[in-house]
């Protein structure tokens, strides 16, 4: 009897703990604040800063300084634009940090490793008192 309990046990957990696992895998990229943000800016030499809002967007409210523009739509069709190394710190940020999250998993999917959103995107950026810069 003891032994049925046990197994009864295990079999009932297991599919807890593999579903555990997927989840875990599913959110491996980082939502930060803005000073988060602005710090891995600075200090992490060589990541790639990607801004995933339109085009319209980008001339109409600015973007952060040294950003490439491909809108969230586009990252597949412009892969060739990443970084080659996939183990390259990516920054990515849109407007409210809704659209940046389905492009932090896209960039997951391309195989990516280290991805980080701007939780509240360019508005919270500029809400946090950092700058943008515009085209002239």
Known sequence: MRNLRLLLMVALLSPM?????????NEAWQRVGADTFAEAIEEEAGAFLLDTRTQVEWEQDGYIANATLIPHDDLEDREDELPEDKDTTILLYCRSGNRSQKAAQTLLDLGYTDVRDLESGIIGWKNAGYSVTYDA
Do not use: H, I, R
């Open 17 to 25: 703990a593999v579903l555990a696992g997927c989840t875990a895998e």
